[in-house]
């Protein structure tokens, strides 16, 4: 079966310094793995996401993840937080294509000026 | 990406009444729909997966006499929550799952439909 453990249920950083949420995953196949993140009262939207391409993913907003089969791991980071950086991010897998996307519990990003 | 709207976006019911969340797939043929339930300060939980055509695969604990799912088209998906109960409000996100142009799969979520019960 397929889960995701995203480490830290919150993580504060300053505005300017880096940010790292970590995530790992467990799967019994070639998973397909994403960052999500929700602002407060808001749907979803896509950061990024791997599907066993480079391992090294780029997304939005100066985000990237780094796919490490060997840790099991998928942690998001980002060189400099900024204010509006503050929300909910969320760690998914997917183990195949046309099944559901798992969720993990999320980690609650706080930017301070 | 492709769009997916929800309608309606909130909608306040009173205990007992029934209410009929619309999922829609503009531009994308969804040959698989995923509807989820939020909770505050919680994260996703899939409620069930719907194939077009076919009836839904609930997941363990949702009760598919209560949330009922129908998948009739490649665009359109509803989900009715019959004998809404305050325990019921939350946050439902549908996602639209299918063929990509480029020969893969692609998953697609919807804004979300906030739903209070009183």
């Known amino acids: 079966a397929q889960s995701v453990t995203q480490l830290d249920s919150h993580v504060s950083v300053s505005e300017g310094t880096p940010v790292l949420l970590r995530c790992n995953y467990s799967?019994?196949?070639?998973?397909?793995l994403f960052w999500y993140v929700q602002h407060p009262n808001k749907g979803l939207q896509l950061l990024l996401k791997?599907?066993?391409?480079?391992?090294l993913v780029k997304g939005i907003n100066g985000f990237e993840a780094e796919f490490k089969k060997s840790e099991t791991s998928f942690h998001l980071t980002k060189p400099s937080a900024h204010m509006s950086d503050a929300a909910e991010y969320f760690c998914v897998v997917s183990d195949r294509a046309g099944t559901a996307l798992i969720f993990g519990k999320g980690t609650t990003l706080s930017v301070s000026s | 990406g492709a769009v997916v709207s929800q309608h309606p976006s909130w909608v306040i019911c009173k205990s007992g009444t029934s209410v009929k969340i619309e999922c829609r797939s503009l531009?994308?043929?969804?040959?698989?729909m995923f509807w989820y339930r939020q909770f505050p300060k919680q994260s996703l939980m899939l409620m069930a997966t719907?194939?077009?055509?076919?009836?839904?695969?609930?997941e363990q604990g949702v009760e598919k006499d209560k949330f009922l799912i129908n998948h009739a088209s490649l665009t359109l998906s509803t989900l009715t929550v019959t004998s809404a109960h305050p325990e019921d409000s939350s946050f439902y996100i549908c996602s639209a799952g299918g063929a990509s142009g480029r020969g893969g799969y692609e998953q697609y979520f919807g804004p979300g439909t906030r739903l209070t019960v009183t």
């Open positions: 531009d994308f043929q969804a040959t698989t």
């Open positions: 719907s194939n077009e055509g076919s009836k839904a695969t609930y």
């Open positions: 791997y599907t066993s391409a480079a391992t």
């Open positions: 799967s019994s196949y070639s998973p397909s």
